[in-house]
């Protein structure tokens, strides 16, 4: 067995126990060495796991990055030109379409608050394929969540009822009536998730603000909560309001670069 051959490359990621990413040529036009089947792997350190040409193993590690920062798999084509082949040092140029897999555990979008509007926003992001929990302090306002979303009932003081946030997750802050978004802040913080954004106007954001301080949590940290949250795409109605934040999730995931330690 060679060192692009799946099995092989499977068997040293698998046994790594962590998320890694596996690339496989499944169509491909050359006289070149690159042959369909072969595959490619990176582990969760980043380490390429193959042998490929310096063009195709570029292509193939910026892919793979992504890959494992979004946490998902895709379809990517590579095309290299005969001059480039050249330059790099190899005969021939290549058309190749390869498929990146993901393996381990995607990020979960965490919904505090289970009001009218984190509801259609959670059921949104769940539409477009993410995991998600919505949490409350109010079983009778968890029951209204649509059945493709998981609940929780949690109380927003103590923070051993809440989940694990791991540092690729994504957390709305959208508590009812506001009440309990800077409880909910402080503790969130402390798991320094991928993303976190909260819902609210200039004046209830300034007040939120103010009690974070009075709990020694510092502006540093205000920096990293993206409010107002949503894409700006000039909503004003719930509806559209729950589709601008939805967007900024999928946005984020697919194009910012996630925390190094997932």
Same mark, same amino acid.
């Given at each position: 067995?060679?060192?692009?051959?799946?099995?092989?490359?499977?068997?040293?990621?698998?046994?790594?126990?962590?998320?890694?990413?596996?690339?496989?040529? #499944?169509?491909?036009?050359?006289?070149?060495?690159?042959?369909?089947?072969?595959? %490619?792997?990176?582990?969760?350190?980043?380490?390429? *796991?193959?042998?490929?040409?310096?063009?195709?193993?570029? %292509?193939?590690? %910026?892919?793979?990055?992504?890959?494992?920062?979004?946490?998902?798999?895709?379809?990517?084509?590579?095309?290299?030109?005969?001059? &480039?082949?050249?330059?790099?040092?190899?005969?021939?140029?290549?058309?190749?379409?390869?498929?990146?897999? #993901? %393996?381990?555990?995607?990020?979960?979008?965490?919904?505090?608050?289970?009001?009218?509007?984190?509801?259609?926003?959670?059921?949104?992001?769940?539409?477009?394929?993410?995991?998600?929990?919505?949490?409350?302090?109010?079983?009778?306002?968890?029951?209204?969540?649509?059945?493709?979303?998981?609940?929780?009932? *949690? &109380?927003?003081? &103590?923070?051993?009822? #809440?989940?694990?946030?791991?540092?690729?997750?994504?957390?709305?802050?959208?508590?009812?009536?506001?009440?309990? &978004?800077?409880?909910?802040?402080?503790?969130?913080?402390?798991?320094?998730?991928? #993303? *976190?954004?909260?819902?609210?106007?200039?004046?209830?954001?300034?007040?939120?603000?103010?009690?974070?301080?009075?709990?020694?949590?510092?502006?540093?940290?205000?920096?990293? *909560?993206?409010?107002?949250?949503?894409?700006?795409?000039?909503?004003?109605?719930?509806?559209?309001?729950?589709?601008?934040?939805?967007?900024?999730?999928?946005?984020?995931?697919?194009?910012?670069?996630?925390?190094?330690?997932?």
């Amino acid at each position: 067995m060679g060192q692009n051959d799946r099995s092989t490359i499977l068997k040293t990621l698998l046994d790594s126990g962590e998320p890694f990413v596996v690339a496989s040529i #499944y169509e491909c036009k050359t006289s070149s060495a690159v042959r369909v089947g072969d595959c %490619f792997g990176m582990n969760k350190k980043l380490s390429f *796991i193959g042998s490929a040409a310096p063009a195709l193993k570029d %292509f193939l590690t %910026f892919n793979m990055k992504k890959c494992l920062r979004i946490a998902d798999s895709f379809t990517a084509p590579f095309f290299q030109s005969r001059e &480039d082949a050249a330059a790099h040092g190899s005969t021939c140029g290549q058309r190749s379409s390869l498929l990146f897999q #993901y %393996f381990g555990d995607k990020p979960v979008v965490y919904v505090f608050g289970a009001g009218d509007l984190a509801l259609a926003t959670a059921t949104i992001i769940s539409i477009a394929g993410f995991s998600v929990t919505v949490l409350d302090n109010d079983s009778s306002f968890l029951n209204n969540a649509s059945k493709s979303l998981n609940t929780q009932l *949690i &109380d927003f003081d &103590d923070e051993s009822s #809440y989940p694990k946030i791991l540092r690729k997750d994504f957390c709305l802050v959208m508590t009812r009536g506001h009440l309990q &978004d800077a409880k909910v802040l402080s503790i969130v913080l402390k798991s320094n998730p991928r #993303y *976190i954004g909260m819902i609210g106007s200039d004046k209830k954001n300034t007040e939120v603000r103010e009690e974070l301080k009075r709990m020694n949590i510092s502006d540093s940290h205000w920096k990293r *909560i993206r409010t107002p949250v949503g894409l700006d795409i000039g909503a004003s109605t719930p509806g559209e309001i729950a589709v601008a934040i939805a967007a900024e999730v999928v946005h984020v995931k697919n194009t910012e670069n996630a925390q190094e330690d997932q």
